[in-house]
């Protein structure tokens, strides 16, 4: 069966009569010539349509382009040439218009597609040219200004904090971009004031997520009105949040700003009835002096940042060269100090602890040391701070607790090793763990190992620490803790655990011969321990006057240069050897 030569949508009567021609159209000026038998099909597309012969001429226009032209205020008639025409459908701004003008003029040269787009008033309107093989163009268009409005609104959401209705991270790049250009232009200077909350985390953490979100939205209020509207207050973290401080003459003006921050955001808050406190710390780097471009600015301010919350918090700091040296020497001792343990450069030293009464030695405490192979013995002053700031006390506190095992192993029964342990590490599910595996693989017995803690490990997380040295106690493990008497609230940790232990600060030691109530002190500590049934330990000891005056108060054991430094596993044989054994 031969297949049928006419198209499926046309009767052969129909596709029989010849295509009218233009002359046979009636002519209306308004309205470009269609075959009337196709201009329902055309009017009915959603998109305009344009058809333009290979003279260039404006040939057919179906409804939705005709409409679409009047909305953009361009007139469409019978015969229109298509060039002129697509002039009118230029941008309004200068170099778009030219760009567009330059566009057209190779595609109909070159006879290639090409997109661009037409803005008049409130309508986007998308045109698109397409060169047909046997000459002539067609042209759609298509109104895309809901879809462009729809996309302005994302990308503006893009760009602001949805809690605060602050600027993000991202606007505020671009508006430091355009100070800084301004700055290489006509000189105007400009300012970052990084601002970090102080004591934020407790509010979350004890009232929850939603006390904390309504805290920083009152944060966000604070700071838009300490600035001037050419100023821009963005958030760019969980309690972070940027001043850019845009046409600054001198520092004066940025100081005032930065000293209103840290008074504005210390003052109480009232957030649904609960009084809540926090503080601020502001780090400060000023263009161009600290720094011509956004990424060297913003370093700049979190290293002026990290200074002003070692120096206290709550407090403002400029950035001065010398911190970005002493961040560079940081991350200098954070590298070596993470390649350390591999390498086994840490060692542990032992100070040895007297019993008074016998004048045996009852123990050692384990004292750790890094020897560097260039900067040599580094105290545990110069690198334990910042292992617990990164949280590698940890794996090093780890590696202390089996070592220290294995050690005292090799000393005479029963004399114990005490090791210090971080609140870091009491965060840490592996804590008991490490200590029971540590206890297995030297065979060392449980009540010869002494955990010391300080206070601000029961100052995190109460019940979960209390659970904790609970279960130590259940392995025969003893628990002391260490410096009583520096915090405020010892006594009502002395109810909550009982410690078989109390280290008395070296502190009060060493004030017992300049100070008439340091014996006092002491005096009253030994007793609580005393009544407590807890062994009192006076640290720092390092005269015989004073550890006379210890014994009359009556401590029961101490530790210091008089019996001993600090010295490495293999000298202390000849340190036990100076003492009678128990």
């Known amino acids: 069966m031969r297949p049928d030569p006419q198209p499926a949508l046309l009767s052969r009567r129909e596709a029989a009569r010849p295509i009218p021609t233009e002359r046979d159209a009636p002519r209306d000026p308004q309205a470009p010539y269609l075959a009337p038998h196709l201009a329902p099909y055309l009017d009915a597309v959603r998109q305009g349509l344009l058809m333009i012969d290979r003279a260039g001429r404006v040939v057919a226009a179906n409804a939705p382009a005709r409409r679409l032209l009047d909305s953009l205020t361009v007139t469409l008639e019978t015969d229109t040439a298509a060039l002129p025409l697509l002039r009118a459908l230029r941008d309004d701004t200068a170099p778009a218009r030219r760009a567009t003008l330059r566009a057209l003029r190779r595609a109909l040269a070159r006879r290639q597609p090409v997109l661009f787009e037409v803005r008049r008033r409130d309508h986007t309107v998308q045109v698109e040219l397409h060169p047909l093989a046997a000459g002539g163009w067609v042209v759609t268009l298509e109104d895309v200004s809901t879809r462009k409005a729809t996309e302005a609104r994302a990308d503006a959401m893009a760009r602001l904090d949805p809690l605060t209705g602050l600027p993000n991270r991202l606007l505020l790049r671009e508006r430091l971009a355009e100070a800084l250009e301004r700055l290489a232009r006509s000189g105007e200077c400009c300012a970052l004031l990084l601002i970090d909350l102080d004591r934020f985390k407790p509010v979350n953490d004890t009232l ?43 520092a004066a003006g940025t100081q005032a700003l930065a000293r209103r921050v840290v008074d504005l955001i210390g003052r109480t808050y009232m957030v649904e009835g609960h009084l809540l406190t926090i503080g601020a710390s502001v780090g400060v780097a000023l263009a161009p002096e600290d720094g011509a471009d956004a990424d060297r600015l913003l370093k700049n301010a979190d290293l002026a940042l990290y200074r ?58 384990a004292l750790i040391r890094w020897r560097h192979p260039d900067r040599g013995l580094v105290s545990p002053l110069d690198f334990i701070p910042l292992a617990e700031e990164i949280g590698l006390i940890v794996p090093i506190g780890e590696w202390v607790v089996r070592q220290a095992c294995r050690d005292a192993m090799t000393w005479p029964d029963p004399m114990s090793v ?3 342990v971080s609140p870091a590490q009491f965060k840490s599910d592996r804590l008991v763990e490490t200590i029971i595996s540590a206890l297995a693989g030297s065979g060392l017995p449980a009540r010869r190992l002494e955990v010391e803690i300080t206070e601000g490990v029961l100052l995190q997380e109460n019940d979960r620490t209390l659970q904790t040295l609970h279960r130590l106690r259940e392995l025969g493990v003893r628990v002391s803790m260490d410096d009583f008497g520096t915090g405020y609230s010892s006594l009502s940790y002395l109810r909550s655990f009982p410690f078989d232990k109390i280290k008395i600060d070296r502190s009060f030691v060493k004030d017992l011969t300049s100070k008439p109530d340091g014996e006092a002190i002491i005096r009253a500590i030994a007793g609580l321990g005393k009544s407590l049934g807890m062994t009192t330990v006076a640290e720092g000891v390092e005269t015989s006057e004073q550890m006379q005056r210890i014994r009359l108060e009556g401590c029961t054991d101490v530790q210091g240069y008089l019996i001993s430094k600090p010295v490495p596993a293999e000298d202390l044989r000849q340190v036990f050897a100076a003492f009678p054994q128990a």
């Open 208 to 250: 929850g997520h939603p006390i904390g979100d309504a805290l920083l939205a009152t944060v966000a209020d604070r700071l838009r009105s300490t600035v001037r509207a050419t100023d821009t207050v963005a958030r760019i973290g969980g309690d972070e949040f940027v001043i850019l401080q845009a046409g600054i003459r001198d």
């Open 308 to 365: 002003a919350k070692l120096d206290g918090r709550g407090t403002y700091r400029f950035f001065e060269p010398e911190m970005d040296a002493r961040m560079q020497a940081r991350r200098k001792l954070e590298l070596d100090m993470r390649q350390a343990l591999a390498r086994r450069e840490f060692q542990l030293h032992y100070q040895p602890q007297l019993q008074l009464a016998s004048g045996t030695l009852i123990g050692c405490e």
């Open 418 to 420: 005490a090791v210090n």
